[in-house]
């Protein structure tokens, strides 16, 4: 310990000489003395003792930065990150040529002449039957060719051109018939005779029914006579209601396939007595037929299921009243139906109160011993659309009446063909809007009628 203060003495002694000597006096601080001095090898002195070390100068200041170095391997790829929202659209680029023009297509289903066009369809045609539009646009007429099933397939929307196709033959046979345009998109036809026979059915092999598989429903239990109606049910089957002469009573049979060469056969009203012409079906808005029909007054019978097994009737309009029938469903989801009332001689109308058409408002639309062979159709513009004629084997003018209202109290009339009309009468609504009717004229035959407004009025043009 002593030698240790002895040596720490010494060195404090030799720091204080230096402290005081005058730099003239043996010391410099030229350039060369410090050149020469710094040449000269440094003698390091011994290390002080161990824990007199003394304090820590100030932190110099940072060097410049070095080179970058090698970059190490990439690290493993992080998650995915949330997709941000889509940016703004950019400019709509500049148009491309135009192609070339493609081959032309097949021409359309033109109306054969602007508006109204009379026609032919087959000038030695008998009883009109009935008109539907086919799939392809076009209209079905079919109609009693002489002792033969007839149908016409119009070749244009107005029908002034046609082509006709016997489907069945019969030898002393006199047919009524009616069509509709099934599920797959054929004709099903149903006729009867003015003999006590079978109800038959005709289903088209093709959309212009130039041939067809026949059936015949329900015999020898069953038999029709005269007026048929056939409706497409909400399970793709067809509804045909008919008359049954043994007991005077109507029927309907529900097809149990698209062809119908079998169906089950139904009574709608036992007490029935049918000795009128005129049954007519549609299929109501709850998708349960409807059927009207006569028996001293018009009655209906609202079917309980899809095959109309079973039904709810009412009569709607009492007396010597009801025959020749046509029902349509209205714009407003309910029932119309024109017919003839034998008591005045006139063109009556009922518009049911409900679904059910458990009651009706009936208004006369137009009087003079007309009122026979009524058919109804829905236009276009909502409201209702009759034709008709005088009844029985009466010649007379074919008129239509175009309902003013949805109930139909009033209508507008108009004569479509003056004289020589008798034999039943046809309306449908063509695709393109208008009516299409079909009538048997003594002299000319089967007709067509393109009706140019939703009135039927003949040559009509708005300025």
Not at 102 to 114: F, I, T
Request: glycine share 14%.
């Amino acid at each position: 310990m002593d030698r240790r203060i002895t040596q720490l003495l010494v060195l404090a002694a030799v720091a204080c000489s230096l402290a005081l000597t005058p730099l003239g006096s043996g010391a410099t601080s030229s350039r060369q003395t410090v050149r020469e001095a710094a040449a000269r090898p440094t003698v390091r002195g011994p290390r002080g003792p161990r824990g007199h070390r003394g304090f820590r100068g100030p932190r110099g200041f940072r060097g410049l930065r070095g080179p970058q170095g090698i970059p190490g391997p990439r690290g493993p790829q992080g998650e995915e990150g949330l997709e941000g929202a889509d940016g703004p659209m950019g400019f709509t680029g500049p148009r491309g040529p135009q192609g070339a023009t493609g081959p032309q297509g097949a021409a359309g289903n033109g109306l054969g002449r602007p508006g109204y066009a009379s026609s032919t369809v087959d000038a030695s045609g008998g009883y009109l039957g009935a008109a539907a539009i086919g799939a392809d646009g076009l209209g079905l007429i079919t109609y009693d060719g002489g002792r033969a099933l007839n149908v016409a397939h119009c070749s244009n929307l107005a029908c002034s051109a046609s082509t006709k196709s016997t489907i069945d033959t019969c030898t002393t046979c006199q047919l009524y018939t009616s069509v509709a345009i099934g599920a797959d998109r054929l004709g099903l036809i149903s006729y009867s005779s003015f003999s006590v026979e079978g109800l038959h059915v005709a289903h088209c092999s093709d959309p212009s029914c130039t041939s067809a598989t026949l059936s015949t429903l329900g015999a020898p239990d069953n038999a029709a006579f005269e007026t048929t109606s056939v409706a497409i049910g909400t399970d793709g089957l067809g509804v045909i209601g008919f008359l049954e002469p043994k007991g005077l009573v109507p029927k309907v049979a529900h097809c149990e396939n698209l062809e119908c060469t079998q169906a089950t056969i139904s009574v709608l009203d036992p007490q029935g007595d049918t000795f009128r012409d005129g049954i007519s079906v549609a299929i109501g808005t709850d998708g349960l037929p409807l059927v009207s029909y006569q028996t001293f007054g018009l009655k209906v019978a609202h079917c309980d299921d899809v095959a109309c097994t079973t039904a709810t009737t009412a009569t709607l309009d009492t007396g010597d009243r009801g025959d020749w029938s046509s029902l349509a469903i209205g714009q407003d989801g309910l029932g119309l139906i024109s017919y003839f009332d034998r008591d005045t001689g006139s063109l009556k109308v009922a518009h049911c109160s409900n679904v059910v058409c458990s009651s009706a408002t009936t208004n006369p639309l137009d009087t003079g011993d007309l009122g026979g062979f009524t058919s109804l159709t829905i236009g276009s513009d909502g409201l209702g659309v009759i034709t008709y004629e005088a009844p029985q084997t009466n010649e007379g003018p074919l008129k239509v009446a175009h309902c003013s209202n949805i109930a139909c109290s009033t209508a507008t009339v108009v004569t479509l063909d003056p004289d020589g009309n008798l034999f039943g009468s046809a309306i449908t609504l063509g695709v393109d809007g208008l009516p299409l009717v079909a009538y048997h004229n003594d002299t000319t035959g089967v007709k067509a009628v393109h009706c140019s407004n939703v009135f039927c009025v003949p040559y009509f043009r708005r300025r």
